[in-house]
């Protein structure tokens, strides 16, 4: 499997010559199977411009998961292409909370006054998935589901395909668990030797004494998550709105600096563009 990142940003999006090479659109990372098949993780505003792509590309088979709700995971849904294509064949599935209504749930976002298309009257064939007992196949991809520390409820996902893993564990509080969310140890099995650990890194463990319950987690804690369940790389996601490129490299360095022992995980943080293929 392939995979992309189209927004790394958290909360907002952010634009500006201090934010270029990590990007300011907020979360969606795209996975490709070996078919070539398309699994889309989050609409924030990052799904704008890979609309465009996909809609380049003639591609009208599509699955779209939500981790949640919060406006930085949806705000670019209105603004994706191939909602407007009738060739399209969007299938949505979510956390676990939402995912008997989740039409319903989005419709109340994109509608007027605050959208002039409603989701009802789009051209594309909009449909939900059902995950069993968790799980969903997509093509070839395995994709698990969790849920996340968060409030309003969230879900993390594992996509696996031929021994390979990824782990999408965005908006997450490792150390504090709200309504719905799960004990650090559960997180610790899920992630378990995942090739690629994608993690919400929101703040410093400084900034994070002042914002406790907001949701987040901060790098230290992430780092050691990604030890513990023997990742073998760390990917720092929802990059806090006022952490500049340069800040950025700053937090990277010292979440590097806690993964420094011979066996610990490689550590990056992920930016618009971004690939990885994990195939063969
Ligand atoms: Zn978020
Ligand atoms: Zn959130």
Not at 108 to 131: D, E, W
Not at 163 to 176: A, C, F, K, M
Not at 231 to 254: I, M, P, S
């Amino acid at each position: 499997m392939k995979i992309r990142c189209w927004g790394a940003r958290g909360s907002i999006p952010v634009s500006g010559p201090e934010y270029l090479r990590y990007g300011g659109d907020t979360a969606c990372v795209e996975i490709r199977s070996k078919n070539d098949e398309i699994l889309i993780l989050d609409a924030g505003t990052g799904v704008r411009a890979l609309g465009c792509e996909l809609a380049r590309q003639n591609r009208h088979s599509l699955t779209l998961l939500f981790s949640h709700y919060h406006w930085d995971h949806i705000q670019g849904l209105p603004f994706f292409k191939p909602l407007y294509n009738p060739k399209t064949e969007l299938r949505l599935g979510g956390s676990r909370g939402a995912q008997r209504d989740l039409k319903r749930v989005l419709a109340r976002a994109l509608r007027p006054p605050f959208f002039p298309v409603p989701l009802v009257k789009v051209p594309a064939t909009v449909s939900v998935l059902a995950f069993k007992d968790e799980t969903l196949q997509v093509d070839s991809l395995r994709v698990r589901r969790i849920a996340a520390s968060h409030p309003n409820g969230c879900a993390g996902f594992r996509i696996e395909e031929d021994g390979r893993s990824i782990v999408y564990l965005t908006d997450n509080e490792l150390s504090l668990r709200h309504r719905g969310g799960l004990g650090y140890a559960e997180y610790v099995a899920f992630c378990q030797g995942a090739d690629l650990l994608i993690h919400d890194t929101e703040y410093t463990p400084e900034e994070y004494s002042q914002r406790r319950g907001w949701g987040h987690s901060h790098y230290a804690e992430a780092a050691l998550l990604a030890r513990e369940a023997g990742v073998k790389t760390l990917g720092l996601f929802h990059h806090n709105q006022e952490r500049t490129d340069e800040a950025q490299d700053k937090l990277l360095e010292c979440c590097r600096g806690l993964l420094s022992s011979p066996g610990d995980p490689a550590c990056l943080a992920l930016f618009q563009g971004f690939s990885l293929d994990l195939s063969g």
